[in-house]
């Protein structure tokens, strides 16, 4: 084969590796050139965790899930959950010692899961009783995946944390902030991981009081078998009681899906989700119109102390909480600040920004309702806004209030309330949020409504919009409520536009 054939065959092949592959279209040198914006595009797999609902033989858990119709999507695909196993050892038992193995071993996972999602578009429900109801880790695919989301509602009637526990089930990520958890008296708070994949995945757990982190190491590289649950009582990563603790979950290998669960002897209880990552800004949203009392936890993860303002978006306007303008929140120490009812029987939601230079912090608040032995508690903590969509399900016709707010420039929002998940017709309505407010709007209830339904907000022009979403009830006297905050689904995905560059072939 002589040297011509050789360059003309390795021409091709070069030309066809060229046309083959597509590479991103960037301004030529004249500065004429326009770089394309990258499309949006629907996810095609998502997975979801959520952890045992609770150890009480009293408790009754509701479930409901729901994926919003999205355009694009494949035509295809499928949605299904499966029992995780629930491991036996704690950390701090002797079985596991340093290494944070799971020792004994695991549990099997106890039935069936309690629900079948549904089609796009149609929420699916079910339940379970008592304290052996499953963690259940959920995978989606196709037109099931963009936006797919999974609430559970638990009701314990007596005992600690008594009252009305909710979560939306979380998808699984490799680092969490959870401030606001508590080793103090009076409190029984689990860190709960569920490992959703095929191998083990090593966590470690860092626990930060107000003085700085705490001693501990049991909490590190501690190991997570694959489909599996592990509930970890933070008290035994410890020996030190903290009132307010800042919880640090960092994932060596794998990744995991991580709640709280808070429980009072006194007070009721729910599920602490993770706060946004740590930002200079932060805007915790929905705080109840009712809540006597609400007490703000911040921490500043870098080496160096933060000077916040605090402004409390109400539906008028925002204002500064009197006697609370600032909070100083030293470096790697976990600081609390109680604001009372701050809210004074208007919808509120805090922004927290600023007073000089910019630190990045994470934040909640713990929010009580009711007064003297008729109080109950729920968390709220720091949300990123709603950039496409967002999706709460497991809604009734009452008992359920909607918070949106628009921290900075005003907004349009559209909210559509889906078809039952036992039948009835969706609905939808369009609200313009005034700058700097927050608004709990009258909801869109689809006509013949039976079953629960999911709520989907989606932003339509405007400023940076935060949601979140209460469920209450009455519970002998006690005002039962769960708070869940509406992050993006990131049921989109930037896919960058490009095209053939024939131009890598010149020399």
């Known amino acids: 084969m002589n040297r011509t054939t050789l360059s003309l065959i390795a021409g091709a092949a070069a030309l066809a590796a060229v046309t083959a592959a597509a590479t991103l279209t960037a301004p030529d040198a004249s500065g004429t050139g326009t770089a394309r914006a990258a499309a949006r595009l629907p996810v095609e797999r998502t997975s979801l965790a959520c952890p045992a609902p609770s150890a009480s033989d009293l408790a009754e858990t509701a479930y409901a899930s729901f994926t919003p119709v999205t355009a694009g999507a494949a035509k295809d695909g499928r949605a299904e959950l499966r029992t995780a196993a629930r491991q036996t050892a704690r950390a701090g038992d002797d079985s596991e010692g340093k290494s944070g193995k799971s020792g004994k071993g695991g549990k099997g996972a106890a039935g069936k899961a309690p629900l079948k999602p549904a089609e796009p578009g149609k929420p699916a429900a079910g339940d379970s009783s008592?304290?052996?109801?499953?963690?259940?880790?959920?995978?989606?695919?196709?037109?099931?995946?963009?936006?797919?989301?999974?609430?559970?509602t638990t009701e314990v009637t007596a005992g600690t944390g008594r009252g009305l526990q909710g979560l939306g089930c979380t998808t699984p990520d490799t680092e969490y902030w959870f401030p606001g958890a508590s080793t103090g008296q009076g409190r029984t708070d689990y860190l709960h991981l569920t490992n959703p994949d095929d191998s083990a995945a090593v966590v470690d757990i860092e626990l930060y009081g107000a003085e700085g982190a705490l001693e501990s190491t049991v909490g590190e590289g501690m190991t997570v078998p694959p489909h599996s649950t592990e509930p970890i009582l933070l008290s035994t990563l410890t020996a030190e009681r903290q009132t307010d603790l800042t919880v640090h979950v960092t994932v060596r290998s794998g990744r995991l899906g991580a709640a709280v669960q808070a429980l009072d002897d006194k007070l009721g209880g729910d599920w602490l989700t993770a706060a946004a990552d740590p930002a200079d800004s932060l805007v915790l949203p929905g705080i109840p119109a009712d809540a006597t009392e609400v007490r703000l936890v911040a921490f500043s993860p870098g080496d160096t102390d933060a000077d916040l303002k605090i402004r409390l978006a109400s539906p008028t306007g925002g204002f500064t909480p009197a006697g609370h303008e600032t909070l100083h929140v030293k470096a790697g120490m976990t600081t609390a600040l109680d604001l009372g009812d701050v809210t004074r029987g208007e919808a509120g939601s805090l922004v927290l920004t600023p007073t000089d230079r910019s630190v990045p912090v994470v934040a909640a608040v713990r929010v009580l309702r009711g007064k003297g032995a008729a109080r109950?508690?729920?968390?709220?903590?720091?949300?990123?806004?709603?950039?496409?969509?967002?999706?709460?399900?497991?809604?009734?016709?009452k008992g359920t209030t909607l918070s949106l707010t628009a921290p900075g420039e005003a907004a349009k929002v559209r909210v559509t309330a889906s078809a039952g998940s036992g039948g009835g017709t969706p609905a939808s309505r369009t609200y313009t949020l005034r700058a700097g407010t927050t608004q709990n709007v009258d909801l869109p209830v689809p006509g013949g409504l039976k079953?629960?339904?999911?709520?989907?907000?989606?932003?339509?022009?405007?400023?940076?919009?935060?949601?979140?979403?209460?469920?209450?009830?009455q519970q002998d006297g006690v005002p039962a409520f769960t708070v869940q905050t509406l992050p993006d689904d990131?049921?989109?995905?930037?896919?960058?536009?490009?095209e053939q560059d024939l131009s890598v072939l010149q020399e």
């Open 130 to 152: 008592g304290a052996e109801s499953p963690a259940l880790i959920g995978t989606a695919e196709g037109r099931y995946a963009p936006g797919w989301t999974i609430q559970q």
């Open 490 to 498: 990131r049921g989109l995905v930037s896919v960058p536009q490009a």
């Open 451 to 473: 079953g629960t339904y999911a709520l989907t907000v989606e932003p339509l022009s405007g400023g940076p919009v935060h949601a979140a979403r209460t469920l209450t009830a």
């Open 376 to 397: 109950e508690t729920a968390f709220v903590p720091a949300t990123r806004a709603i950039e496409n969509r967002a999706s709460a399900a497991g809604n009734a016709e």
